[in-house]
């Protein structure tokens, strides 16, 4: 009888080292994909460290042409200034006609720059706007990822903690009612599992060696052994078969549940890693599209911003000829 519980727990202890060398693959597996998800998510924010680059690039150049428009406007004050201290008295008409023209053409500029002024500013704050958007969706995706993962490690923990139990009340079950098993305490690794196991060995192998030296002892007394002691032991040898085959029922129910996890799990971060590329994808398209259209802004308003001060030369010379006419 002890015999064959001591093959059987060996044959157990072989089924549990298979478990543990398939847990530690698993886990190594996870921290492989933790490691790559971890470069894409770097790689992502590098991504957006340089959208943030160009961003702030943009917003220099934005204000850089706020101070050339204010930098005109302030010629063209002075401009009408000198304008209007000249000689009135013999060019009043022409030049009140000129100065008319000029200054209607300088408000028209004006205005001109001040609404594409704003439409820059618009368009800016709608970039910030996708910014921030992409930002606080990648962090968002990054914490249901964590999420996911601890869920993941969590039911394999249990699941392992149940597998503990599970073994600890089929031996429990199987074992001669003279017995008394060591209880089970607090298990966070296989190492202590392995080391209860080691217990319960030695608490059998005690307990057969008392047995043996009684049968040695009783030797004379061995036919007389009672038939119900006997038919207990085949009783007891059939229970501990049958928990057996639960127990690998359960072990096999754990390695299914096992990789259908993994494979919801690796399902889960190939959706994630798709989401979030294809949103990167569409963001830099349209940051794209949007630099190329204020490149093309800038230029038409740097054209604007030079047109008028050329205007503003042309109308100060008449009045510099008649001082000195």
């Excluded at 080292?17 to 590098?46: F, G, M, T």
């Excluded at 820059?120 to 990648?138: D, F, P, W």
């Excluded at 392995?194 to 061995?222: A, I, P, R, T």
Aim: hydrophobic share 35%.
């Amino acid at each position: 009888m002890f015999s064959y519980f001591f093959q059987d727990t060996a044959k157990l202890r072989n089924e549990l080292e298979y478990i543990q060398a398939e847990k530690e693959k698993y886990v190594k597996q996870i921290s492989v994909d933790i490691s790559r998800e971890a470069a894409e998510v770097a790689q992502c924010r590098k991504e957006l460290n340089e959208f943030k680059n160009e961003y702030n690039k943009k917003l220099n150049r934005i204000a850089s042409l706020e101070e050339e428009v204010a930098k005109y406007k302030k010629i063209g004050m002075e401009s009408e200034t000198i304008v209007s201290s000249c000689d009135m008295d013999m060019h009043e008409k022409i030049i009140n006609h000129k100065v008319l023209s000029a200054s209607k053409g300088d408000a028209v500029v004006c205005n001109d720059n001040d609404k594409l002024v704003n439409e820059l500013k618009k368009q800016n704050q709608e970039i910030r706007e996708a910014n921030y958007k992409v930002v606080e969706i990648s962090q968002q995706q990054e914490v249901i990822f964590k999420k996911h993962l601890e869920e993941v490690k969590e039911n394999h923990e249990k699941a392992l903690q149940q597998h503990y139990f599970d073994v600890f009340k089929t031996l429990c079950a199987i074992a001669p009612s003279n017995i008394k098993l060591p209880n089970l305490p607090g298990i966070s690794d296989m190492d202590q599992f392995y080391k209860w196991l080691k217990d319960v060995e030695n608490v059998v192998q005690e307990s057969e060696n008392v047995k043996q030296f009684n049968e040695n002892e009783n030797d004379d007394n061995k036919d007389k052994m009672n038939l119900a002691k006997v038919a207990e032991l085949e009783a007891n040898n059939r229970r501990y078969r049958a928990a057996l085959v639960n127990l690998a029922s359960h072990i096999d129910a754990i390695e299914q549940e096992t990789i259908s996890k993994e494979k919801v799990y690796f399902s889960e971060i190939s959706r994630l890693r798709q989401e979030i590329n294809e949103q990167l994808k569409k963001q830099l398209e349209n940051e794209r599209k949007r630099k190329l259209e204020l490149i093309s802004q800038a230029s038409k308003l740097c054209e604007v911003i030079n047109r008028p001060q050329k205007r503003g030369n042309e109308v100060a010379d008449p009045c510099v000829r008649a001082n000195y006419g």
